[in-house]
């Protein structure tokens, strides 16, 4: 067992050295929610009801590109290069890679958390979080969740060519409906219902709640409930489904 | 189990792919510290028949063993003890060899030292350099260095030097040498012959799923009744039959030629070799040949 820590420990280590090498990744990953903040926050810069919404939208949007797209991609890759394949003929134990390649992806968010958190003090008006407890707690299982989720995807994706248009046709929808742009209850009756559904609006709601209108951790236990069920539902397939070889070979 | 008992066992085995049977009852053992080659056209059955042992494809029926272990249940005990070069597989892009096979090293119980593998392997000029810069020949020497790092007992290589040039398949072919000689038991598949004569104890011709024939290379060909003759013409062009006893044609070609008054060219007499088993062995009907 703890040799299975230490060995997760390591692949972890290994995939953040590879993450920083590769720069258009770690580009995409940093850049791309302060664009969102920057572009958003020059159009609503005298709307502070707007950016209220947005700011916590944008951490959900960024949690969620960088643990379930990336994932749904960077597994798609590996698997299809053979990367995988020469992984599974060693003793690595399963859990200890799947748990490095989680990590990996739980580091980037937590950037990301920090990036959109000082954006937020520092030019939104946002001030600090109200509950950095609640914060963290909503981060925690958000992205432990999205990231199940991007893993147990990579099962549907068939090839790597068909990986970004697969893992967009769920991203994008996804962070419309769940209010990244929005609130949802301002939202048509039959987008709020979907919305409710979906874990990405619970965890912005949570995010939303933690930075800006401070309402407790225990008025949000049920929009924490519906994350950690798509959590389970995500680590169930992400482990019982996971496919080490490409069904082309 | 004794010491006597094979490094693997393989007892009637079985593998369908739907309707295809990809392999239709191969049997074989491997004794430990030998080299063991699957010889066979593409499609044969060979990298099957080795993905099975290997523990990546279940069987639809017949015993295996490998190591004492049934490689289908996936010990990571049997997994410490085995190194596998598979035909094509890949490796991230933003690493380099050392720091490869450093974290790969780590995995196993009792591992090689790194730097050693390196030399080895033939990739100190190359040991810092990106994956993703290296040559296809280059690419292999680091499968084959991953295979070795955790100083495994049996060895797979799943045609080990395809894509190397003919200095790097010399330097491969005495790299798997040394480990014969550090009493590594391997299995190669392979479709060179020279590879499969150089480099193995026995071999098995394998088509269609099943093996055709099984034994020492040189012994596979001298079992043969057969002769070769082979001679220079008097056009000048090479000439060569293939026949039980030879007596009467070597009267008949020394004759003729003592009577042209010259003498006779590149006579030779020979048992087929493992090329001509082979090739016989693995002849596609003509039938087939002339639709292929």
């Not at chain 1, 209220?52 to 379930?68: E, H």
Request: hydrophobic share 45%.
């Amino acid at each position: 067992m703890a040799d299975a820590v230490v060995i997760a420990y390591r692949q972890w280590r290994l995939e953040r050295r590879m993450f920083w090498r590769n720069p258009t990744a770690a580009f995409f990953s940093f850049v791309l929610p302060l664009l969102f903040l920057f572009l958003f926050g020059a159009i609503f810069s005298n709307d502070q009801e707007t950016l209220d919404v947005i700011v916590p939208g944008i951490l959900g949007l960024s949690v969620m590109s960088t643990t379930f797209s990336a994932l749904a991609m960077n597994i798609t890759f590996l698997r299809e290069e053979g990367v995988l394949k020469r992984i599974h003929g060693t003793p690595m134990p399963p859990v200890s890679y799947l748990a490095g390649v989680a990590a990996n992806a739980v580091s980037n968010a937590a950037f990301q958390v920090v990036i959109v958190v000082l954006a937020g003090r520092l030019f939104f008006g946002i001030g600090w979080p109200k509950d950095w407890l609640e914060l963290a707690v909503f981060a925690v299982v958000g992205v432990a969740t999205l990231a199940a989720l991007g893993v147990a995807f990579s099962h549907v994706i068939p090839n790597f060519d068909a990986a970004p248009a697969y893992t967009n046709i769920v991203f994008l929808p996804v962070i419309f409906i769940s209010g990244v742009f929005y609130d949802v209850d301002t939202a048509p009756q039959f987008l709020t219902d979907i919305a409710r559904v979906l874990p990405l609006t619970h965890v912005i709601d949570g995010f939303s709640a933690a930075m800006v209108s401070g309402a407790a951790l225990s008025d949000h236990v049920g929009d924490l409930a519906v994350v950690a069920a798509w959590g389970a539902f995500g680590a169930i397939f992400a482990v019982r489904g996971f496919s080490w070889e490409s069904r082309r070979s | 189990m004794s010491a006597s008992a094979p490094a693997i066992l393989v007892r009637d085995l079985h593998k369908a792919y739907g309707d295809h049977e990809a392999v239709r009852g191969i049997d074989f053992e491997v004794a430990t510290g030998e080299v063991f080659g699957l010889l066979g056209p593409n499609g044969a059955g060979k990298t099957t028949t080795v993905e099975i042992l290997e523990g990546y494809r279940s069987r639809s029926g017949g015993i295996v063993s490998v190591l004492g272990h049934d490689p289908g249940q996936r010990a990571r005990a049997l997994r410490e003890r085995v190194g596998i070069v598979l035909q094509s597989t890949g490796m991230y892009r933003h690493i380099t060899p050392r720091e490869a096979l450093a974290h790969f090293a780590r995995i196993y119980p009792r591992p090689r030292d790194v730097e050693e593998v390196i030399r080895i392997s033939g990739l100190v000029e190359k040991a810092d350099a990106y994956v993703r810069t290296l040559s296809g020949g280059q690419r292999r020497r680091l499968d084959l260095a991953l295979a070795l790092v955790g100083d495994p007992e049996l060895i797979f290589l799943d045609e080990p030097t395809t894509g190397f040039d003919p200095a790097a398949r010399r330097n491969a072919w005495e790299v798997i040498r040394s480990l014969q000689e550090l009493g590594k038991t391997i299995l190669l598949t392979t479709h060179y012959l020279d590879e499969a004569q150089a480099l193995c104890d026995r071999v098995a011709i394998v088509k269609d799923g099943r093996i055709l024939a099984e034994g020492a290379p040189g012994e596979l060909g001298a079992a043969s009744t057969r002769y070769r003759v082979a001679w220079r013409g008097p056009e000048g062009e090479m000439q060569s039959r293939e026949l039980e006893d030879p007596t009467a044609l070597l009267h008949q070609l020394t004759s003729a030629a003592l009577a042209r008054g010259e003498s006779l060219q590149d006579l030779s007499v020979t048992r087929p070799s493992l090329e001509d088993v082979y090739l016989e062995l693995t002849a596609e009907e003509p039938e087939e040949a002339l639709r292929g």
